[in-house]
């Protein structure tokens, strides 16, 4: 009987390995991507993936409107012949200025808060970074919902979650095997 116990814990552990190396080896290629890109999120800043801000003088002077900072930003996209449609708007008092970001691509636009000058234009790096990271920039160059994001994720961490726990019990069960046998 404690035979014919341990010959069933040994097709099951055949089975999971083999599960396990099937499922593994073609995420490996999204493991990739997922871990290079979480180590360049984490760097962004030390690594320059994200323009710096730059500062301006600070003062109790008055700020541009926002619709202003949006209409600087506009300009100097369609200046540089990109689509002027914006995002948002990062403000940051303590330096004076505001990040200007746009929808179809991945340019800031760094405007002084108080005179309307523009500082800087840069790429975002980190920003496409993250769109990859999170499997969100097949939405970005088709359909804009979030449809590849959401698919990507939840197989990616469905498949993750998985060969956590068919890793643990390839680990695991070979010991209570041994342990069975009475080795």
Known sequence: MAEQHVQ???IALRGF???HKLLGVPLIIFFLVIGI?????AWKKKVELLPPTLSTRVENGTWILPSEMVKIGEEEMKRLGRNP????IDIRPDKGTAKVT????????QVDGFSGEVLSVDT???????????GSIIDFYT???EGAKLTYSTLISIGLIFL?????YLWYYPKVVRKLKGK
């Open 102 to 109: 746009f929808k179809t691509h991945f340019t800031e636009v």
């Open 143 to 145: 359909t804009g919902d």
């Open 8 to 10: 069933s814990k040994v």
């Open 17 to 19: 390995r083999r599960i």
């Open 124 to 134: 975002r790096h980190s920003d496409w970074i993250e769109k990859v990271h999170d």
């Open 37 to 41: 890109t979480s180590i360049l999120l």
């Open 85 to 88: 449609e914006v995002d948002r």
């Open 164 to 168: 956590a726990i068919s890793g643990f």
